[in-house]
């Protein structure tokens, strides 16, 4: 019996050395991966604050020039506001003066019987007129004759 104690307790020390051989490798494993996390965090944070920098610097150039950019829209918005100046201008105008022609057509339809009569009467004057002279003309011609 006490044989059956030892040949126990020697099974039992092999396998607490097995168990401690294979927990040593898995112990062994899971530290080499954990320095290799480590590694790549390190690479990691070295590549993102490379990245950050030229971020930053690409922020800060981006801002120069829309301040550049604005500073050219600030400079360019008087002439756009003159040209909507001129626009409204020309279209008061152009306005005005289609009000005046359609002011001038009324008047001259509403002067129009009194323009032809004018005509008429100047047209009779002027043939009586002709007439007169021609009148004229023949009586010195008799004369002379």
Request: aromatic content about 2%; charged content about 20%.
């Amino acid at each position: 019996m006490i044989v059956i104690l030892y040949v126990a307790a020697l099974i039992a020390a092999i396998a607490l050395l097995v168990i401690a051989i294979y927990l040593s490798k898995t112990l062994k494993s899971a530290s080499q991966t954990m320095n290799e996390v480590a590694k790549t965090v390190e690479k990691m944070t070295n590549e993102l604050q490379g990245i950050s920098g030229e971020a930053q610097q690409l922020l800060d150039k981006t801002n120069s020039l829309l301040d550049d950019v604005n500073g050219k829209v600030a400079k360019v918005d008087p002439v756009f506001d003159a040209i909507g100046d001129v626009g409204t201008s020309l279209l008061g105008l152009s306005q005005s003066v289609r009000e005046l022609a359609t002011l001038a057509t009324n008047k001259v339809s509403a002067n129009e019987r009194k323009v032809a009569q004018a005509i008429s009467v100047s047209n009779s004057i002027l043939a009586l007129k002709d007439k007169f002279k021609a009148s004229k003309a023949a009586k010195t011609k008799s004369k002379r004759s």
